[in-house]
T-cell receptor
Framework: SQTIHQWPATLVQPVGSPLSLECTVE??????LYWYRQAAGRGLQLLFY??????ISSEVPQNLSASRPQDRQFILSSKKLLLSDSGFYLC????????????FGDGTRLSIL | GESVGLHLPTLSVQEGDNSIINCAYS??????FIWYKQESGKGPQFIID?????DKRQGQRVTVLLNKTVKHLSLQIAATQPGDSAVYFC??????????FGTGTSLTVIP
């Protein structure tokens, strides 16, 4: 069966510091991969998605970037964090076919001080 | 109990009762819908999905109904249990495998 791992679960970082959140998927190949941010009381906001190694699409202009160095690895990064980057970040994967559900990791709670 | 999607974000039901959670979607061209359950501090968990060529789909203790005429989706949970307490939200496919996710309804089960 497929599993998705996301770490760390919680992270406290000072303003201006760099960020690297990692997500890996097991049990499938060539998945679509996604990074979302979830603000309290609001729906999931898609940040980035990837349909293959090195292929990244960005949905919103922001202080973050994403990379996919391997088929089942997706990384969310920032060179200098802002206070507004605080939030709950979720990674998800889906099969590379239409009308497929997305399956989520357990998220990273990021607090910027 | 019955909620009206985004206009009533909380729903409380007695243990053993049936729960109905509603969702209104916006795009008449959406052809695929998903219900998720999210417990506090965790990622959303897939519950059930439905394609637009269906009106109803059943899973274990859950049923999803789709009314394309009024762009309405509902999730019915039979014999609600304390472990069902969570936020439930719907997702509509907008393009490719990208979705619009609702803000959700918080379900509380009273023992």
């Amino acid at each position: 069966s497929q599993t998705i791992h996301q770490w760390p679960a919680t992270l406290v970082q000072p303003v201006g510091s760099p960020l690297s959140l990692e997500c890996t998927v097991e049990g499938t190949s060539n998945p679509n991969l996604y990074w979302y941010r979830q603000a309290a009381g609001r729906g999931l906001q898609l940040l980035f998605y990837s349909v293959g190694i090195g292929q990244i699409s960005s949905e919103v202009p922001q202080n973050l970037s994403a990379s996919r160095p391997q088929d089942r690895q997706f990384i969310l990064s920032s060179k200098k964090l802002l206070l507004s980057d605080s939030g709950f970040y979720l990674c998800a994967w889906s099969q590379d076919r239409i009308n497929q559900p997305q399956h989520f990791g357990d998220g990273t709670r990021l607090s910027i001080l | 109990g019955e909620s009206v999607g985004l206009h009533l974000p909380t729903l409380s039901v007695q243990e053993g009762d049936n729960s109905i959670i509603n969702c209104a979607y916006s795009n008449s061209a959406s052809d695929y819908f998903i219900w998720y359950k999210q417990e506090s501090g965790k990622g959303p968990q897939f519950i059930i999905d439905i394609r637009s060529n269906m009106d109803k789909r059943q899973g274990q203790r859950v049923t999803v109904l789709l009314n394309k005429t009024v762009k309405h989706l509902s999730l019915q949970i039979a014999a609600t249990q304390p472990g069902d307490s969570a936020v439930y939200f719907c997702a509509e496919n907008i393009i490719g495998n990208q979705f619009y996710f609702g803000t959700g309804t918080s379900l509380t089960v009273i023992p």
